[in-house]
T-cell receptor, first 110, second 114 residues
Framework: NAGVTQTPKFRILKIGQSMTLQCTQD?????MYWYRQDPGMGLKLIYY???????DKGEVPNGYNVSRSTTEDFPLRLELAAPSQTSVYFC?????????FGPGTRLLVL | DAKTTQPPSMDCAEGRAANLPCNHS???????VYWYRQIHSQGPQYIIH???NNETNEMASLIITEDRKSSTLILPHATLRDTAVYYC???????????????FGPGTSLSVIP
C-alpha cells in the first residue's frame, strides 16, 4: 500500500490564482481530512469527509472547497489564493483508531 | 480549540528516557488520549493511544493517571531520530453518528541531545 499520497509537493501561486491539491489513499478508509499547518503551529482542520459524497467544514474552511466523489480521492480547491493561505497542507485518512497522514504540500502564495 | 496543554519544549539526553507530560483536565469519559509526533517537514505519525489503562507498544509507553486528567508519553531510550514535535490529543472514536475528528494543539518540541 502506498498509504496517503499528495501532489504536488510544492507550489508557488500568485494572488488570485486557483489550484487543486490532490490527495489519494489506497487503504479504503471512509474518513478523510485536510489540515493546514502554519510555521511553528499545530495542525488546523480545514474540511473532512466521512465517506464518498459527504463533506463538512472543520475549524478553518474559509477560502477552500472540497469534494469526495470516490472513497480514494479527496481534493482540496483554492479558488482565489491569498497570502494568508501560505502554509503546509496535510491530507489524512482513517478508519477507526488511527489517522494516517500524507507527506504534505507546501504552498507559497505571493 | 485543543483540549490539551503541553510544555512547548523539552530536552532529553540520548539513551535516556524521555517523559512528555500532557494535561487534559476536561477529558470526557468516552475520549481517548492519543499521541502523534511530527518529524521536521513530514506528516504526523501515530505513536500510541489509550483510554484508562497504561499502554505499551514498540515505540513508547503511555501512562494515564487514575482520574484521567493527565498522561505521560515515555520514550524509554531516546535516540536522535526521536527529535520531533509530539502532540497529545483527546478524541472520541467514530460511531454511528459521530466522526473521527482530531484537533492538534502546538505540541511539545522534543530535542534529543547527543
Amino acid at each position: 500500500n502506498a498509504g496517503v499520497t499528495q501532489t504536488p509537493k510544492f507550489r508557488i501561486l500568485k494572488i488570485g490564482q486557483s489550484m487543486t491539491l490532490q490527495c489519494t489513499q489506497d487503504m479504503n478508509h471512509n474518513y478523510m481530512y485536510w489540515y493546514r499547518q502554519d510555521p511553528g503551529m499545530g495542525l488546523k482542520l480545514i474540511y473532512y469527509s466521512v465517506g464518498a459524497g459527504i463533506t463538512d467544514k472543520g475549524e478553518v474552511p474559509n477560502g477552500y472547497n472540497v469534494s469526495r466523489s470516490t472513497t480514494e480521492d479527496f481534493p482540496l480547491r483554492l479558488e482565489l489564493a491569498a497570502p494568508s493561505q501560505t502554509s503546509v497542507y496535510f491530507c489524512a485518512s482513517s478508519e477507526g483508531e488511527t489517522q494516517y497522514f500524507g507527506p504534505g504540500t507546501r504552498l507559497l502564495v505571493l | 480549540d485543543a483540549k490539551t496543554t503541553q510544555p512547548p519544549s523539552m530536552d532529553c539526553a540520548e539513551g535516556r528516557a524521555a517523559n512528555l507530560p500532557c494535561n487534559h483536565s476536561t477529558i470526557s469519559g468516552n475520549e481517548y488520549v492519543y499521541w502523534y509526533r511530527q518529524i521536521h517537514s513530514q506528516g504526523p505519525q501515530y505513536i500510541i493511544h489509550g483510554l484508562k489503562n497504561n499502554e505499551t507498544n514498540e515505540m513508547a509507553s503511555l501512562i494515564i493517571t487514575e482520574d484521567r486528567k493527565s498522561s505521560t508519553l515515555i520514550l524509554p531510550h531516546a535516540t536522535l531520530r526521536d527529535t520531533a514535535v509530539y502532540y497529545c490529543i483527546v478524541r472520541v472514536l467514530g460511531g454511528a453518528t459521530s466522526y473521527d475528528k482530531v484537533i492538534f494543539g502546538p505540541g511539545t518540541s522534543l530535542s534529543v541531545i547527543p
